[in-house]
């Protein structure tokens, strides 16, 4: 997938026209969002910092005579400067602190800490973070409570659907596979602005089909693109 920094002033213009458009025909309400990342994923960090020092501890446990004979030999191969068990061990302590902060250092580069973050992890916070978006900024915030939210989380590789009550009590989950498959592989074209607009037209038709326009229902959400 091609690296997308920022949304282009087209891409806006874009996606608002977009969502204008398919509001016309329908009472549903389209927010579109974008975000460059979802969440700082810290504790994966952590985790894997952690784990690393764990994993050194426990082949320290199954094979002592390995690391003894490394520290031996770093100190000139004479076993008999370590006279006591304590200055073994302190030295494995100051080794295992020093991996750790390496670790922690180390995992403290975001390309490398998203690389190591498990696909679900990223896929249930991009979900909880446009979740959190949607309660926010459009949940029951229409007459008919017809919202809807595309977010996508560019760095995640990683977008959602989330619809307000009336709209889940008719359309499963699985209706907006084609609004998603459609953004998803203008993304990955380097084409964010095209795959939102594109996501918002098949969401505008299945909005169509359920919530027709009427004249009671003024625009109450923005169409502009929000860029996080």
Known sequence: MKKVNQLSEADHKLVTEAVGEAEKSTDGEIVTIVTDLSDKY???GLHW???MTFLFLSTL???PAFYQSIITGLFGGW????TTAGEMMAILFIASVTLFLIMRYLFAWMPLRLLVTPKATKQRRVRRRAIDFFKVGAERRTVG???I????SLKEHRAEIVAD?????KVSPEVWGDAMVALIDEIRAGQPGKGMAAAVQHVGVVLQE??????KNPNELPDRLIEL
């Open 42 to 44: 810290h504790d994966a």
């Open 49 to 51: 910092a952690i784990g």
């Open 61 to 63: 446990a199954i094979f």
């Open 79 to 82: 076993e008999q400067d370590f």
């Open 145 to 147: 409570l017809t919202g």
């Open 149 to 152: 939210l595309i977010y996508v």
């Open 165 to 169: 009550a009336a709209i889940s009590e």
């Open 210 to 215: 359920h919530f027709p326009k009427t004249d």
